[in-house]
């Protein structure tokens, strides 16, 4: 199966914002959801949100609420992940997982300086 496919990452100020991109390498008419989870240095990888992909329902970490959205666009298979407000510890690789068929991503590294 092929992987999704993650993108957008880089260095930006505490403060500043980014947004990534997924594409899910599958149809979003057919997967049921997509999510982001993150992995900082020496820390266990942790969920960051989850899209349901046929009503666009979505669910956050405490940890990002209110700073990251995810939205999807089901004519480019690609989910999305706007990250505003971005503080030092939301530094970490970012990958995008899919629920079928399962598959992560290969991650993207989003560095926030302060």
């Known amino acids: 199966q092929v992987q999704p496919v993650e993108s957008g990452g880089g260095l930006v100020q505490a403060g500043g914002s980014l947004r990534l991109s997924c594409a899910a390498s599958?149809?979003?008419?057919?997967?049921?959801?997509m999510s982001w989870h993150r992995q900082a240095p020496g820390k266990q990888r942790e969920w960051v949100a989850t899209i349901i992909s046929y009503d666009g329902t979505s669910t956050y970490a405490d940890s990002v609420k209110g700073r990251f959205t995810i939205s999807r666009d089901k004519d480019k298979n690609t989910v999305y992940l706007q990250m505003n407000s971005l503080k030092p510890e939301d530094t970490a690789v970012y990958y995008c997982w899919r629920s079928n068929p399962l598959a992560w991503g290969q991650g993207t590294q989003v560095t926030v300086s302060s």
């Open positions: 599958a149809s979003l008419l057919s997967v049921n959801a």
